[in-house]
């Protein structure tokens, strides 16, 4: 088993920054790639972004792109999402997620093998 720890959520105005921060344990943390999901009351849960395994290549949302940033640290097991410009519509429970390298990575939720608990983000206007 993975084990996945959000942390770094809380309220933000809108237009300011939050850092979100993933901790990994239990697995190589190396041999996964990595993303973020969220999800707001009341809705599905949505892909945000992802950073693979070995390459380190990130893919977005359309509705981050440009403003939200993932990036990893294997040597310390972290993946990280910076969220500038933040707009009320990014409130939502942001999760952490890990699939195993030799998955097909899509923005399907179902593609991830382990899931964090969640941390809030609420941006209010």
């Known amino acids: 088993q993975m084990q996945l720890v959000e942390s770094g959520g809380g309220l933000a105005q809108a237009g300011g920054s939050l850092r979100l921060s993933c901790a990994a344990s239990g697995r190589t943390f190396g041999n996964y790639h990595m993303a973020w999901f969220r999800q707001a009351p009341g809705k599905e849960r949505e892909f945000v972004g992802v950073i693979r395994q070995s390459t380190g290549t990130t893919d977005y949302a359309d509705s981050v792109k440009g403003r939200f940033t993932i990036s990893r640290d294997n040597a310390k097991n972290i993946v990280d999402l910076q969220m500038n410009s933040l707009k009320p519509e990014d409130t939502a429970v942001y999760y952490c997620?890990?699939?195993?390298?030799?998955?097909?990575?899509?923005?399907?939720?179902?593609?991830?093998?382990?899931w964090g608990q969640g941390t809030q983000v609420t941006v209010s206007s």
């Open positions: 997620a890990a699939a195993i390298w030799s998955r097909i990575i899509t923005r399907n939720s179902g593609t991830y093998d382990y």
